[in-house]
């Protein structure tokens, strides 16, 4: 215990250490749970380790993690045999889950507390805590646990004589195992269930079926890979039916089937070879066998066996079995020594049945007051077991019918709270709806507000762009009329004096010649300036190119304020003069629109502008690394909707390629005709 209790306190040092900032309580339980799993621990030590991760949890006052631990410490006291602890602790778990409304958990405690309560044999305890873990498991749809419920349940009806209750509940077990799968498992509950079926048609003496029903266990017995001691148990019950029915050649054949046997079964099930050979002894002297050194001999092996290895439930049947033989041959003292001794042995054990069959056995002996004695006992006990029996019965039904109403009673809240539910959904709905629609016309009234502004700024822009045709028309103008003047005024005229100093040339004198060589020379130099100039100012300049200024100042302005490296490229294969200002408007709009949607829902960090030329289109490619959308569903957003709306406005298509988180393209082709071309 002290070297658990240091591992308690290294264990919560070092989770503290390693554990520092984080939710460290839960982690602390978590830890400790799984340490209390390992194998090199003592069980004192498992139980030392659980109790410490619970009282962990308690500090939380988080009722899951308190749950969780104990279910923990509980099969760690059921691995040690401490049932008191063991049921106290799952009494306190059923109570928890019970507040959490942990089916799961509702369903695990409830099955530990029938099993614990058929185990000290308080059978209506355990019935009830069966039939609440069979309606948890139900709702879990988990079919194992479920049939294995019905199966225990079965089994309680079948010790109290409740026959029909325990075939119905065996076979409903029966068909949910069927649809699981064939494991051993699986198999060894069917094997089960055939079984307790057989007996069940035994005891209301429907032979026949209750062959059938054997022969059905032996069927899945061979199925399973160690189905051995089944198809042996099996083979003994089907013995029993025949011997009961009174063929005994046929019980006889299939009991000295099993005695070589004796070696395979001997380990796991010592005793079982001492009830065959009393069970077979018994049927030989039913079948006229009067051998009585064989029979004595047998039955003598088969009571030293019990004897050997404590058998207490086999050697009351085999005492009742050497008492009837001793019987059989008038030995009364002999027979008397058995019966009372199964007597005996049977009241210990609460063996009722025994208990019956050894005081049957006792009043033929004795003869005169005593042999009445044993009688009158046997006649008390067996209307006092009919009593009880018909009270259990009685009780199950009660505890079952009080299940269903309890049950009954919970749907009819769940169904009022799910009304009330409903109720408060619809009034809440139709708040919400309320606040929408109020809240979607000031959206709408606030739309319709911008679309007036933008329309009041296409116009404004419309108009500056029109003034600016006409301001860009009055100086191209302007500059042919100055060409024409240079040309045909100031060169003409400087022409003239080159020529007149030219003839100049012919008077005589050096210096006369340098003159007119130097002033020539100069006029050449004007001549050529204005020459130059004048072709120049009468050279038209790509009409429209500020377009493109335009939308590269656009682009640079939001790329830096949406934090976006951007990429822009275009043609010069578009004249921009002979597209209508409506369009370029539209353009403009659609660009500034595209990287507002990218900024407001793509998270994107680059994108790709490019206008090109092709087979008379104007395309516009818009490029995002953004995380893209599913284009196969609607989109609701008003930006590509007024995006749309553009396209078709200036006879256009627009299509949008994109896939989740691989970023969106969008494409824009408008039609174009060069009438230059």
Not at 138 to 158: G, P, R, V
Not at 231 to 246: E, L
Request: net charge negative.
């Amino acid at each position: 215990m002290l070297r658990a209790l240091f591992l308690i306190l290294f264990l919560c040092t070092k989770i503290y250490g390693q554990n520092s900032g984080r939710n460290t309580i839960a982690i602390q339980v978590d830890s400790l749970i799984e340490e209390s799993k390992k194998s090199n621990y003592s069980q004192e030590e498992r139980i030392a380790i659980s109790l410490q991760s619970v009282e962990i949890a308690k500090t939380s006052k988080i009722d899951s993690l308190v749950l969780k631990a104990n279910r923990n410490l509980s099969l760690k006291y059921f691995y040690a045999e401490d049932y008191d602890k063991y049921i106290s602790v799952n009494q306190f778990n059923y109570k928890l889950a019970k507040k959490l409304k942990d089916t799961s958990a509702l369903a695990v405690s409830a099955g530990n507390l029938a099993s614990y309560y058929k185990f000290v044999k308080v059978y209506d305890s355990s019935f009830f805590y069966f039939s609440k873990s069979l309606k948890y498991y139900s709702t879990l749809k988990n079919y194992k646990e479920e049939a294995y419920s019905l199966m225990s349940i079965a089994d309680l009806q079948y010790n109290e004589k409740d026959y029909t209750s325990s075939e119905t509940n065996a076979i409903r077990a029966i068909k949910l195992l069927n649809d699981l799968p064939e494991n051993e498992d699986n198999l060894d509950d069917l094997w089960i269930l055939h079984n307790r079926i057989a007996g069940i048609f035994s005891e209301l003496n429907q032979f026949d079926k209750s062959i059938q029903y054997h022969d059905k266990a032996i069927d899945i017995a061979n199925k399973m890979n160690d189905g051995f001691l089944n198809r042996v148990f099996s083979i003994h019950n089907k013995a029993f039916v025949y011997k009961k029915i009174g063929d005994y050649d046929k019980a006889i054949e299939l009991y000295s089937s099993l005695l070589p046997l004796r070696s395979k079964y001997h380990e796991e099930d010592p005793t079982f070879y001492a009830l065959i050979m009393s069970n077979l002894g018994h049927t030989q002297l039913l079948n006229g066998n009067r051998n009585y050194s064989e029979l004595s001999k047998a039955f003598h092996e088969a009571h030293d066996l019990a004897v050997q290895y404590d058998d207490d439930l086999i050697r009351i049947a085999v005492d009742i079995d050497l008492s009837k033989f001793y019987l059989e041959f008038e030995e009364n003292d002999s027979a008397y020594i058995y019966a009372e001794e199964a007597y005996n042995i049977s009241k210990k054990l609460y063996a009722n049945n025994y208990t019956l069959e050894a005081l049957m056995l006792l009043s033929k002996i004795k003869k005169g007051e005593e042999g009445k004695r044993y009688l009158y006992e046997y006649i008390k006990l067996s209307d006092s077991l009919i009593n009880i029996e018909r009270n259990v019965r009685n009780k199950f039904a009660r505890i079952e019918y009080e299940t269903d109403q309890l049950v009954a009673e919970n749907e009819k809240i769940s169904k009022e709270n799910l009304y009330l539910l409903i109720l408060s959904i619809g009034l809440l709905v139709t708040a919400i709806l309320t606040y929408l629609f109020v809240s979607q016309r000031a959206k709408n009234r606030k739309l319709k507000l911008i679309q007036v502004q933008q329309k009041a700024n296409e116009d404004i822009y419309n108009l500056m762009l029109v003034q600016q045709d006409k301001v860009d028309e009055a100086r191209a103008k302007e500059k042919i009329r100055i060409s024409k003047e240079l040309h045909d005024g100031v060169l003409g005229g400087l022409f003239g004096v080159r020529l007149s100093l030219d003839s100049i040339n012919f008077k005589e004198g050096k210096e006369a010649m340098m003159t007119r060589a130097k002033y020539i020379s100069q006029l050449q130099t004007v001549e050529q300036d204005i020459r130059k100039i004048s072709h120049e100012l009468n050279t038209d300049f790509v009409a429209g190119s500020g377009f493109m200024d335009i939308l590269t100042e656009l682009i640079e302005n939001q790329a830096e304020a949406y934090n976006l490296e951007h990429q822009f490229s275009y043609t010069d294969d578009i004249s921009w003069d002979l597209v209508s200002n409506k369009t370029k408007i539209n353009i403009y709009r659609i660009i500034q629109e595209s990287m507002q949607n990218i900024y407001k829902h793509a998270n994107a960090k680059t994108i790709k502008i490019s206008i090109s030329l092709e087979k008379h289109l104007i395309c516009i490619d818009i490029i995002d690394d953004g995380k893209g959308f599913d284009t196969s569903k609607s989109r609701k957003g008003i930006g590509l909707k007024n995006m749309r709306s553009r396209v078709e406005d200036i006879e256009g298509e627009i299509s949008f390629s994109s896939q989740p988180y691989n970023g969106t393209q969008v494409n824009v082709q408008i039609p174009y005709i060069n009438q230059s071309a």
